[in-house]
């Protein structure tokens, strides 16, 4: 019988070896190159918000709606950055959102409401507190964008799909730092083991996708681990002559 157990339990672990295997070679591959020129695209959208574009209250289905505009202020929350009239730079931040820049301004020029900030609410919410009249994108959707998958991996799940590295020194352009409650797109060391450059769809330094520089200190106090997503490739070789 122990036997029987022994053999059993080993067929499973190569059963479950080959499912991760064949998991692995079905994943979309994308450079690390390619990665962090997506990232950039999102910081280069240039649009032009109207009045209708604002919301600050539900939608049609009920879904509390907050966009990141300037008067945000008014209903309790900071950071808003975009002004009705004024030309707009980069795509804001939306709860569940995953649009392309190229989606984001047909849904704008269509009336959409142009973000939608997170909160503990929307975090008890999940999925259900996004709104389908809203457009943008969040910090997950924004890497799994990057790194061109079909669907939106929340900071949950994008594990998943994920190895964990194990020291901060082994990361390269196009890895993430995760929490349970927000990704950010790694760049450069700009001060080795110290400080790097990154990309991240917001709340800081406002609700949009910017480029920013981080201390490791800080998200190390906040619980982030550095991953490297499974399908992503080196940079691609030059020719040599």
């Known amino acids: 019988m122990k036997l029987f157990k022994t053999i059993l339990f080993m067929k499973l672990i190569f059963l479950f070896a080959i499912f991760a295997t064949l998991l692995t070679s079905c994943m979309h591959q994308v450079t690390r190159e390619q990665t962090i020129l997506t ?3 999102y910081t280069q959208v240039e649009w032009l918000p109207q009045e209708n574009n ?3 209250g539900p939608d049609s289905m009920g879904i509390i ?3 990141p505009d300037v008067s945000i202020t008014k209903h309790g929350g900071s950071r808003g950055w975009w002004r009705p009239g004024v030309p707009a730079k980069s795509m804001p931040y939306q709860w569940g959102g995953f649009d392309t820049p190229e989606s984001f301004l047909k849904k704008i020029a269509a009336g959409s409401k142009a973000g939608d900030v997170g909160d503990a609410a929307k975090r008890l ?3 259900a507190g996004t709104s389908a009249e809203s457009a943008g994108i ?3 959707g924004f ?3 990057c790194w061109g998958l079909s669907r939106p991996y929340s900071t949950r799940k994008l594990y998943q799909i994920c190895d964990q590295l194990t020291t901060w020194d082994d990361l390269l352009p196009g890895d993430i730092l995760l929490n349970d409650k927000h990704v950010v797109l790694f760049v450069k060391w700009t001060r080795f083991g110290k400080n790097f450059d990154a990309y991240e769809a917001g709340p800081f330094p406002v609700w949009k996708v910017s480029a920013v520089n981080l201390p490791v200190k ?3 106090a906040k619980g982030f681990a550095p991953w490297r997503y499974r399908g992503i490739i080196d940079w691609p070789k030059k020719p040599t002559s």
């Open 143 to 145: 890497v799994s964008r």
């Open 138 to 140: 969040d910090c997950s």
């Open 218 to 220: 800080n998200l190390r």
């Open 54 to 56: 604002v919301r600050h």
């Open 125 to 127: 919410l999940g999925d």
């Open 39 to 41: 990232a950039h695209r």
């Open 65 to 67: 709606v907050h966009t």
